[in-house]
């Protein structure tokens, strides 16, 4: 039996209300999450279990954002870390970048790019030089925003692109419509479950389309999707290790 891999993020953030917000939109793209209202707390769970991302609010109550970053970065913890702030001059950024931090996003973030860069910052850590996947013919490139199979581009609409990269993200893993519906529309939309079951069924058809009939989305029938079966990904993924 696979068992499919979860990736664990700690979040840490003083103000209860952000917090949960969060923490709400972290877990629907289908992460595990520890949450922090101190970085005294923060520091406590990093060194005593294992993340895969931490995000890392700079006003804390006890010890700022930027001295818990830095007592990681000296105690040897390299966990991808992506800093949570109200604060966005330049050189704020610069400093953190100097320090460690692997990214950073601008309170009041955009739930959407949040998990991108929460994503991107993941990949990278996981051996990813470049942000492209390759599989079995479908070439994917997140910084040019371009698909191809077997050399031919594909025309996506921007919903489907990005049920496509978040299926490849999870490379391996089943992603159910709720995960789906979660990562494409915003809090509050008022949209049908049912679309994901739409955006699926044409992104499906456009790659099998360009590829001569390559089946490349599995449906799990009552649980979700997948791009490719975790032997095809142990077998035929490259350009980045596996994501989830």
């Given at each position: 039996?696979?068992?499919?891999?979860?990736?664990?993020?700690?979040?840490?953030?003083?103000?209860?209300?952000?917090?949960?917000?969060?923490?709400?939109?972290?877990?629907?793209?289908?992460?595990?999450?520890?949450?922090?209202?101190?970085?005294?707390?923060?520091?406590?769970?990093?060194?005593?279990?294992?993340?895969?991302?931490?995000?890392?609010?700079?006003?804390?109550?006890?010890?700022?954002?930027?001295?818990?970053?830095?007592?990681l970065r000296?105690?040897?913890?390299?966990?991808?870390?992506?800093?949570?702030?109200?604060?966005?001059?330049?050189?704020?950024?610069?400093?953190?970048?100097?320090?460690?931090?692997?990214?950073?996003?601008?309170?009041?973030?955009?739930?959407?790019?949040?998990l991108a860069?929460?994503?991107?910052?993941?990949?990278?850590?996981?051996?990813?030089?470049?942000?492209?996947?390759?599989?079995?013919?479908?070439?994917?490139?997140?910084?040019?925003?371009?698909?191809?199979?077997?050399?031919?581009?594909?025309?996506?609409?921007?919903?489907?692109?990005?049920?496509?990269?978040?299926?490849?993200?999870?490379?391996?893993?089943?992603?159910?419509?709720?995960?789906?519906?979660?990562?494409?529309?915003?809090?509050?939309?008022?949209?049908?479950?049912?679309?994901?079951?739409?955006?699926?069924?044409?992104?499906?058809?456009?790659?099998?389309?360009?590829?001569?009939?390559?089946?490349?989305?599995?449906?799990?029938?009552?649980?979700?999707?997948?791009?490719?079966?975790?032997?095809?990904v142990d077998?035929?993924?490259?350009?980045?290790?596996?994501?989830?």
């Amino acid at each position: 039996m696979v068992v499919e891999e979860t990736l664990r993020v700690l979040i840490v953030e003083d103000n209860v209300d952000e917090l949960k917000l969060i923490k709400t939109v972290v877990m629907n793209a289908g992460f595990d999450c520890v949450t922090a209202e101190t970085g005294a707390d923060a520091l406590h769970y990093a060194s005593r279990s294992d993340f895969d991302a931490i995000l890392l609010d700079l006003n804390l109550p006890d010890i700022n954002g930027e001295a818990v970053l830095e007592r990681l970065r000296l105690s040897g913890n390299l966990t991808p870390l992506l800093v949570l702030s109200g604060t966005g001059d330049v050189e704020t950024r610069i400093s953190l970048l100097a320090q460690g931090a692997d990214d950073f996003v601008t309170k009041p973030f955009n739930r959407r790019e949040l998990l991108a860069r929460l994503s991107a910052v993941i990949r990278r850590a996981r051996g990813l030089s470049r942000p492209t996947i390759e599989f079995k013919g479908l070439y994917i490139n997140f910084d040019a925003k371009s698909v191809m199979v077997y050399g031919q581009p594909v025309e996506l609409t921007g919903r489907e692109y990005a049920v496509l990269t978040l299926l490849a993200a999870r490379m391996g893993s089943i992603v159910s419509d709720e995960e789906i519906l979660n990562s494409i529309y915003e809090p509050g939309e008022d949209v049908s479950p049912q679309i994901v079951k739409v955006y699926v069924s044409h992104l499906r058809k456009k790659l099998q389309r360009s590829s001569g009939g390559e089946t490349f989305i599995e449906t799990v029938w009552g649980r979700g999707y997948r791009l490719g079966s975790a032997d095809e990904v142990d077998g035929g993924l490259s350009g980045q290790s596996r994501a989830g």
